[in-house]
């Protein structure tokens, strides 16, 4: 999604803002440029495609000065060009960026046509920009230009702007988009990420929806939502600069899959005393609320969606708790009927997704009175809106394929089930069971990491394949979805995956030698309905691969590719299961030649619908 940074200092911005779109750039983006202000004139550079073509592009043609604005864009109104990129600027008077979608763009640009304005760009920001210009005209200063024009904007955003009619002042807002501001020594910065700033500060203000900012060297204001002054706390990241560097590794895909056992076990670190989970570790009223729900609706997008998938198993089977999940973006735009005492359990890394947000909210107007985020961002939207949360302890994810965040939105969900459990069908010595197998996690991801190698050869066969199959059971077909998401996104190849026992209703007809079909076989219950279901590839002359938990024998058959997995315990394997996915795609993904960390047109965090 698109990148937000901006400046006010007493040095040359110009490689702050560089440095910082360098570290936004694993949000996903098609271009990128930047502004600033000097000598009462804006100067501007863009450009099509990497970071390090604008970088180029300065080199060649510099420019500085102390405060400035740069982007970097995902495309949604208008192709990616030049001409489409940010910052957009009005008479060289005002320029903007923007993170967001103003819904009303259309109407707005209808009558900035109207009255004289000229559309450089096929983008919704350039309606800001006109309309900042035009209330110039009419108030004192661009604080308040800016505080006329949001009035008139439908739909989400968050704001840098400036003008020449304030050479130093930088304004800053954000209605349902993410933006911070990093407070440095005599210099202030904002970012619609921590990380984007980090090598200039570790002190972050958080703005509110609503919040308007008025940033010079001498001061920063404050404005919530009800135009009054107000003082938001200044947080210190605990991340540093080089929480989001590869070091030794290819990408950072490879870097966050090779992280997961420590991840796991940030997820399980002082939440356990005696080996017994403290509900205190969710929230300090996590226990009144827990012992007055009585089901679980779950809302969450894209891979946090197949978490919640798994969980769902986990809630009934393990927990005997009704449970519910939706795609957030389809729960908002249907009649949802909740349950009396639901609890809503919203999924996001970010925290920031619009899609779930927006859920979260209808929720609420529903009259859901219980609400809990499993989340990454501990300063996120989502985080702020609900009323429990559970941090999954992941740490910086830069790959746009989620990896480390999914697997410890899985653990994280295993303790949600334990907490809950308790009040309905969980038994002690089920609790004592689930909690020993979290805890051997790390060591059993580590052991199926050692598969790399046998993985990285078993790719090959996709090198020139255009389709593939997954099919999983139980707990085992969202890890099969995830699967098929993960090839997709990074190796451009159609795959999709289906429940085992769905073959014979259609997917069988797409069987032949060059349907790659892959299978999650773990020891457990429906082991032997799944047998059947290999069989049923194979005697059509589809070439299985089939990932097996490694105290299981297997006939021979030539058209089947075994590799072992670890033995693992049931409830947790899903979990382990995961790890020789996501090595299949990224290996697929380098015989590809495909850009790994940041594939075509996705975004990594999706902050707007």
Same mark, same amino acid.
């Given at each position: ?7 006010? %200092? ?64 995902? %495309? ?32 707005? =640009?209808?009558?900035? #046509? ?17 309309? #900042? ?40 807002? =954000? ?9 440095? #020594? ?172 927006? %859920? ?13 985020? /499993? ?13 429990? /949360? ?198 697929? %993904? ?20």
């Amino acid at each position: 999604m698109c990148g937000i940074v901006g400046g006010v %200092a007493q040095r040359n911005v110009v490689p702050i803002l560089l440095e910082g779109l360098k570290r936004l750039e694993y949000r996903g983006y098609d271009s990128a440029g930047l502004a600033v202000i000097n000598d009462q004139k804006i100067y501007r550079k863009r450009e099509l495609g990497k970071v390090n073509g604008l970088e180029a592009l300065l080199e060649t043609d510099p420019i500085s000065g102390n405060i400035g604005i740069a982007h970097t864009r995902w %495309a949604t109104h208008g192709k990616p060009s030049i001409e489409n990129a940010h910052p957009h600027i009005c008479r060289n008077k005002v320029a903007v960026v923007h993170n967001g979608i103003i819904e009303n763009h259309e109407q707005l =640009r209808k009558t900035q #046509i109207e009255n004289g304005y000229e559309f450089d760009s096929q983008t919704d920001t350039e309606v800001i920009v006109h309309e #900042i210009y035009h209330a110039l005209d009419s108030t004192d200063g661009l604080l308040n230009a800016v505080k006329q024009t949001v009035k008139n904007l439908d739909g989400a955003y968050a704001l840098g702007v400036m003008s020449i009619e304030d050479p130093d002042t930088l304004v800053a807002c =954000r209605k349902g988009s993410p933006l911070v501001i990093g407070v440095g #020594i005599g210099e202030y910065f904002i970012a619609s990420d921590v990380a984007a700033l980090l090598p200039v500060t570790q002190r972050f203000i958080f703005l509110e929806d609503g919040d308007i900012a008025k940033i010079t060297l001498d001061e920063l204001v404050i404005y919530d939502v009800n135009d009054q002054v107000v003082t938001r706390p200044i947080k210190e990241s605990l991340l540093k600069a080089d929480s989001v560097d590869k070091g030794n590794y290819r990408h950072y895909m490879l870097k966050e899959i090779y992280e997961q056992p420590f991840a796991i076990s940030q997820v399980l670190e002082g939440r356990f005393i005696n080996n017994r989970l403290q509900e205190s570790s969710i929230g300090h009223n996590a226990a009144e609320i827990f012992d007055n729900i009585k089901a679980i609706q779950i809302l969450a997008c894209g891979t946090s969606y197949h978490a919640g998938l798994v969980a769902r198993y986990w809630f009934e089977k393990l927990a005997g708790v009704p449970c519910n999940i939706e795609v957030a973006s389809e729960f908002r735009y249907r009649s949802p009927v909740l349950a009396a005492d639901t609890l809503i359990v919203t999924i996001s890394q970010s925290g920031e997704t619009a899609d779930t947000l927006a %859920a979260l909210q209808e929720a609420k107007k529903l009259g859901a009175k219980y609400s809990l985020a /499993i989340c990454n961002v501990p300063e996120s939207s989502l985080v702020r809106e609900s009323d429990l /949360i559970l941090m999954t302890r992941a740490g910086p994810e830069i790959g746009v394929a989620s990896t480390k965040a999914f697997t410890t939105q899985l653990a994280t969900l295993m303790l949600l089930v334990i907490a809950v459990g308790r009040r309905f069908h969980l038994t002690e010595k089920l609790e004592q069971k689930i909690t020993s197998e979290l805890f051997s996690l790390p060591g059993q991801i580590e052991k199926v990491l050692q598969l790399d190698d046998e993985i990285k050869v078993l790719a090959e066969q996709f090198a020139e394949k255009q389709h593939a199959l997954f099919l999983g059971r139980g707990t085992h077909y969202p890890i099969a979805m995830e699967g098929a998401l993960k090839l997709k996104e990074i190796s451009y190849i159609h795959a999709e995956a289906y429940p085992a026992g769905e073959l014979k209703h259609g997917p069988l007809a797409l069987i032949d030698a060059d349907m790659p079909v892959v299978t999650i076989a773990p020891n457990n219950n429906l082991l032997e309905k799944l047998k059947s279901n290999i069989q049923e590839v194979s005697a059509r002359g589809g070439q299985l691969i089939v990932f097996m938990d490694e105290t299981l024998v297997s006939a021979n058959d030539e058209n089947v590719q075994i590799v072992k997995i670890p033995q693992v315990e049931n409830e947790v394997a899903p979990i382990v299961y995961t790890i020789p996915l996501q090595l299949l795609s990224y290996h697929v %993904a380098i015989l590809k030649g495909t850009d790994v960390d940041q594939p075509r047109n996705l975004a990594k965090s999706v902050t707007v619908e």
